[in-house]
């Protein structure tokens, strides 16, 4: 940073040389193991390999640059930006080594399958380890930016609570200025009218103006905005529209009208959609062909016995775009008239003993692999409800009807953070659909492992509300 509160600009180079160093360390140490080499047998041909090697570490960079300075910046995207660097660089390896023709025998499979997992557990290792020691030198109030907030209307109180919520944030927030005096007592520190920043800016060494005036004042922003660029300071505006839409936005753009897109949608991307179904389609397999049959026989068995009817239950449910669906799932109630109509609920007289097993332990949802086979479910996403439901919560909610955006899962986030089983009052309903929304807009492939995981963590140890 500028005016000598630190060297910020550092912090990415000190990470690239970092990755530099884990980088060839694994690759010499596995090297050697698999070829059982020591370094002086290493040819001029290998050094050429190590420097394409390098190379191909930079050039990844591009398409996923560090962001270990950011000032929010989640464990789970910092693995995800590990694992999407680890991919890209293994891609662009393996094929030079395709094209320059270097013989299999130096970089066997196994080599390359041993160098990968193990880059991939140390890169996340280390720039968690990066971030964190980022984190502590800002909380030493180091690395820091000096910022001053201009509006102090709810947005620029919003604001100021955000960035003093964490010293690790890197903002040191001078103060404010607003032309509304009445608000002088009641602002943290008060610095001033609008019309005093640019002699404060200048003589304070502020890097950054956050400016959360309304659009009607656009006259003072328009000059703070070229006072800013004169000054080569940078200048962020809050949008108006904040004080009732507070939700992270994409902002994109036609010619030079700027768009700001309301949600964010990862799965509206091609990559991730194939992504996603690739798994979908490799899991149901695996497990269909594997533990589906043993579980068709020995639980279809038990159903049997329990009470009279089918194996397999099937129950039209709402999927993707509103479309219905048959859903698959084994029995675990009694035959009665109104399984479409209501909802299971705790000690429901229609559930035989085995089916109390089952829901206890999600063992009834197995057949649903056969919908995510079809591509009418994912293995992960909002659960499907009955239509009767679709259609009551379609009113009473405003977003319900945004879950079904994508494919409904066999489990999902709501499901793992226990929004699950019956929902006698509204409230239960809407915290459901705004766990599901979140993943919507949250999703990444590491996320759906992460419920995966969770989720068989969770039929073991069984789940209070599942019945």
């Given at each position: 940073?500028?005016?000598?509160?630190?060297?910020?600009?550092?912090?990415?180079?000190?990470?690239?040389?970092?990755?530099?160093?884990?980088?060839?360390?694994?690759?010499?140490?596995?090297?050697?193991?698999?070829?059982?080499?020591?370094?002086?047998?290493?040819?001029?041909?290998?050094?050429?390999?190590?420097?394409?090697?390098?190379?191909?570490?930079?050039?990844?960079?591009?398409?996923?640059?560090?962001?270990?300075?950011?000032?929010?910046?989640?464990?789970?995207?910092?693995?995800?930006?590990?694992?999407?660097?680890?991919?890209?660089?293994?891609?662009?390896?393996?094929?030079?080594?395709?094209?320059?023709?270097?013989?299999?025998?130096?970089?066997?499979?196994?080599?390359?399958?041993?160098?990968?997992?193990?880059l991939f557990f140390l890169f996340t290792i280390w720039r968690i380890l990066a971030r964190e020691a980022l984190k502590r030198y800002r909380r030493f109030g180091r690395n820091f930016k000096r910022v001053i907030i201009v509006g102090a209307g709810k947005n620029g109180m919003d604001l100021?609570?955000?960035?003093?919520?964490?010293?690790?944030?890197?903002?040191?927030?001078?103060?404010?200025?607003?032309?509304?005096?009445?608000?002088?007592?009641?602002?943290?520190?008060?610095?001033?009218?609008?019309?005093?920043?640019?002699?404060?800016?200048?003589?304070?060494?502020?890097?950054?103006?956050?400016?959360?005036?309304?659009?009607?004042?656009?006259?003072?922003?328009?000059?703070?905005?070229?006072?800013?660029?004169?000054?080569?300071?940078?200048?962020?505006?809050?949008?108006?529209?904040?004080?009732?839409?507070?939700?992270?936005?994409?902002?994109?753009?036609?010619?030079?009208?700027?768009?700001?897109?309301?949600?964010?949608?990862?799965?509206?991307?091609?990559?991730?959609?194939?992504?996603?179904?690739?798994?979908?389609?490799?899991?149901?397999?695996?497990?269909?062909?594997?533990?589906?049959?043993?579980?068709?026989?020995?639980?279809?068995?038990?159903?049997?016995?329990?009470?009279?009817?089918?194996?397999?239950?099937?129950?039209?449910?709402?999927?993707?775009?509103?479309?219905?669906?048959?859903?698959?799932?084994?029995?675990?109630?009694?035959?009665?008239?109104?399984?479409?109509?209501?909802?299971?609920?705790?000690?429901?007289?229609?559930?035989?003993?085995?089916?109390?097993?089952?829901?206890?332990?999600?063992?009834?949802?197995?057949?649903?692999?056969?919908?995510?086979?079809?591509?009418?479910?994912?293995?992960?996403?909002?659960?499907?409800?009955?239509?009767?439901?679709?259609?009551?919560?379609?009113?009473?909610?405003?977003?319900?009807?945004?879950?079904?955006?994508?494919?409904?899962?066999?489990?999902?986030?709501?499901?793992?953070?226990?929004?699950?089983?019956?929902?006698?009052?509204?409230?239960?309903?809407?915290?459901?659909?705004?766990?599901?929304?979140?993943?919507?807009?949250?999703?990444?492939?590491?996320?759906?492992?992460?419920?995966?995981?969770?989720?068989?963590?969770?039929?073991?140890?069984?789940?209070?509300?599942?019945?």
């Open positions: 940073m500028k005016h000598g509160r630190g060297y910020g600009y550092l912090i990415k180079w000190l990470v690239v040389l970092g990755d530099l160093f884990v980088l060839n360390m694994i690759f010499l140490l596995v090297y050697c193991w698999t070829k059982s080499y020591d370094l002086s047998d290493f040819s001029a041909r290998l050094k050429i390999v190590i420097l394409l090697f390098n190379f191909c570490y930079l050039f990844t960079l591009y398409f996923v640059p560090v962001k270990i300075d950011m000032p929010v910046l989640y464990t789970d995207k910092v693995v995800q930006r590990s694992l999407s660097l680890v991919a890209l660089h293994a891609i662009l390896f393996i094929t030079c080594l395709a094209f320059l023709d270097i013989d299999s025998g130096d970089f066997p499979t196994k080599f390359l399958v041993v160098f990968y997992i193990l100021y609570a955000e960035m003093k919520k964490e010293m690790a944030y890197g903002y040191q927030v001078l103060g404010f200025f607003d032309d509304n005096l009445l608000l002088k007592n009641s602002l943290p520190n008060y610095l001033g009218m609008t019309y005093e920043v640019e002699d404060y800016v200048l003589d304070n060494s502020v890097d950054e103006i956050y400016c959360t005036l309304p659009n009607s004042q656009d006259e003072k922003i328009v000059r703070l905005l070229n006072f800013s660029e004169k000054n080569m300071i940078r200048f962020c505006i809050v949008p108006e529209f904040y004080r009732y839409l507070k939700k992270k936005m994409i902002l994109e753009s036609i010619e030079s009208l700027p768009v700001m897109i309301v949600r964010s949608e990862p799965l509206q991307y091609i990559h991730n959609r194939m992504l996603k179904r690739s798994f979908d389609i490799l899991f149901s397999i695996v497990f269909l062909l594997t533990v589906f049959p043993v579980c068709y026989l020995i639980l279809g068995l038990l159903i049997k016995l329990s009470s009279p009817g089918p194996i397999i239950f099937k129950q039209l449910r709402t999927g993707i775009y509103g479309k219905d669906f048959y859903c698959y799932k084994f029995r675990s109630m009694k035959v009665n008239d109104n399984s479409d109509e209501k909802q299971a609920e705790k000690d429901d007289p229609r559930k035989t003993r085995v089916g109390e097993f089952l829901r206890r332990t999600n063992l009834d949802e197995i057949p649903q692999f056969y919908n995510a086979l079809r591509g009418d479910m994912s293995i992960v996403g909002p659960r499907p409800h009955m239509l009767k439901h679709t259609e009551l919560y379609s009113m009473l909610i405003d977003k319900y009807m945004v879950r079904h955006l994508i494919k409904p899962g066999i489990t999902g986030w709501a499901q793992v953070n226990g929004y699950r089983g019956e929902t006698k009052m509204v409230e239960q309903m809407e915290q459901r659909v705004r766990m599901d929304v979140w993943y919507l807009e949250n999703w990444t492939f590491l996320l759906d492992l992460k419920i995966v995981v969770v989720t068989i963590f969770n039929m073991f140890r069984g789940e209070k509300n599942a019945y």
